[in-house]
Structures are given as structure tokens and as C-alpha cells.
């Protein structure tokens, strides 16, 4: 599959129209899901309960991490576990509790400025709405801190505090099973693209959250894609969230 969007001719127009239907088909099955893990909720459902209050992720995002981390695990994919754009800690959380939940355990970094967005740049086509949320999604460092410590995985996380830029480049991550990229624009994802790609391994998994929502983290990813000549099928979980295994 091709990572270009779709251009004018016919056969193109008509994949297009089918992917829709597939996304519209997914859709539905995503509200079945969530409402059958209301009603009696299975493994994930039971994890989801506990950390979505702490999570902006949807129903589906979060099970697209859930059953991630289960497949790096089941698969043997060597690395660890890692999250740009924390929060107030939920996902991160989840990746913690899914690993306790088949009695393993991986090392999770976590990396945030811990202070809230920040500012967008030119990159971003959507810049004149993106810069109306400079400081948002700020998730407390103690806070965060506590809440691992409340789901008693914080042995296992690593919390990294600042920006990206900064702290990526001196990272000490070796190797990364499951890579979720969730820092809403378009330099911050490139950042962790240009960072933490190369240290995916082979038959990893990666997320990237804001790929139906913000332009700019969606144009990052195309850009790195096109720069390095990745071909992968970008795997539909509902209208912002993607996750792709690294060929
Ligand atoms: C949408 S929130 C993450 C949501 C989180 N994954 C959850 O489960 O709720 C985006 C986060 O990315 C962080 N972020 C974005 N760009 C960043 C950068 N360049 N450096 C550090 N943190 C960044 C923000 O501070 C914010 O906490």
C-alpha cells in the first residue's frame, strides 16, 4: 500500500470510496466495543476503567496500545516500551498494567514537558487554531509520578522531563518494542520520528495519535516516510489514530 493520499484517477477515487467504508465499518465496530466493555468488560475493558479518567485517548487508541503491548510480547519484539506526549499519565499506565496483566514486564519511558503544549510552528498547516492550545494537556510531574505509583508500576517507568528536542537527542533507550507517538504537532513528532525510528525493531509497533486530528503531526509523518522510502500499511483505528508495524 501507498502512503500518498489518494490522487484524481479513477481506480484511486475508487480505493478511496472502499477505505471509507472500511473506516465507517471500523467506526461502528469501535462503538460496539465500547459499549460491550461497559457493559461487561473483558480484559481490556477492566484495564480501560481504571485509566481513562487520567487519558485523553479514545476507546479504540487506548485498545490499540492495549493489544500492542500484547503483541511485542507475544511476538518476542525486543525493546522497550515508550511514550512521547504523557500527560496526565493514562496510556502510559495502561502499558504498565497490560504488561503486569501477562505477568511481564518491560521498561517504560515516558516523555513530556510535563508543562502543557508547547508552541506549534509553520510547519503545522493548521497553526492559526493549533496555537490557541500552547500550554494545554498539561499533565502534572508529581501527579503523574503518584499515579504510577498508585498502579504500582513505577519500578518500571522512566519519566524524562522537557521537550522533546531536548531530551530526545541524549536518550538512553537502546532498543523500543512499542513506539506511541502522541505530541500533537508536526515538529514534535517529527523530532521523535528522526530520534527513536531507527531504534524500532524490526516487527515493532508504532502509534501515532494525532494523525486524523492535527495536520501537522499527520504531515511529519508522511514527510519522514517519504524521506526514508517507507512503504507500511497504516493500520485504521477511529478518524485521528493509526499504529503501523516498523518493516
Ligand atoms: C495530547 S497530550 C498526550 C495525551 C496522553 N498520551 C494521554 O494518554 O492522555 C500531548 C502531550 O504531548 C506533550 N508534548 C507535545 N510536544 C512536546 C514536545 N515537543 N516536547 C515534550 N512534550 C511535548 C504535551 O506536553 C502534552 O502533554
Redesign the pocket.
Known amino acids: 500500500m501507498t502512503n500518498s493520499p489518494p490522487v484524481g484517477t479513477s481506480h484511486e477515487l475508487f480505493k478511496a470510496e472502499r477505505k471509507k467504508q472500511r473506516n465507517r465499518w471500523a467506526d461502528f465496530l469501535n462503538r460496539l466495543g465500547g459499549f460491550r466493555d461497559h457493559v461487561a468488560p473483558g480484559e481490556f475493558g477492566r484495564l480501560y476503567k481504571q ?1 481513562s479518567p ?4 479514545s476507546h479504540p487508541r ?1 485498545k490499540g496500545i492495549f493489544r500492542g503491548v500484547q503483541d511485542v510480547i507475544r511476538r518476542k519484539v525486543k525493546g522497550d516500551l515508550v ?10 499506565a ?1 502499558m504498565g498494567l497490560t504488561c503486569r496483566q501477562i505477568q511481564t514486564s518491560r521498561k517504560i519511558w515516558v ?8 508552541a506549534p510552528s509553520q510547519e503545522d498547516p493548521d497553526f492559526d487554531l493549533a496555537k490557541s492550545f500552547e500550554g ?4 502534572d510531574y508529581d501527579e503523574v509520578r503518584r499515579l504510577f505509583e498508585k498502579f504500582q508500576i513505577l519500578d518500571d517507568v522512566q519519566m524524562v522531563k ?6 530526545l537527542p541524549c536518550s538512553e533507550i537502546q532498543q523500543i518494542a512499542l513506539l ?1 507517538l ?4 508536526h ?2 513528532t517529527w ?1 521523535c520520528l528522526e530520534q527513536l525510528y531507527d531504534k524500532v525493531s524490526s516487527g515493532g509497533v508504532i502509534q501515532i ?2 494523525y486524523g486530528h492535527w495536520a501537522g503531526a499527520r504531515k511529519a509523518l508522511h514527510e519522514f516516510f517519504d524521506q526514508r522510502n517507507i512503504q507500511v500499511d497504516l493500520k485504521y483505528l477511529d478518524y485521528t489514530g493509526r499504529q503501523f508495524i516498523k518493516p
Request: aromatic share 12%; proline share 2%.
Open positions: 485509566v487520567f487519558s485523553m485517548m487506548l511514550e512521547c506526549g504523557t500527560a496526565r499519565g493514562g496510556c502510559a495502561l516523555y513530556d514537558t510535563f508543562e502543557g503544549l508547547p494545554d494537556c498539561r499533565g522537557g521537550l522533546f528536542q531536548n531530551t506511541h502522541d505530541g500533537d504537532w515538529d514534535s523530532v495519535d494525532d
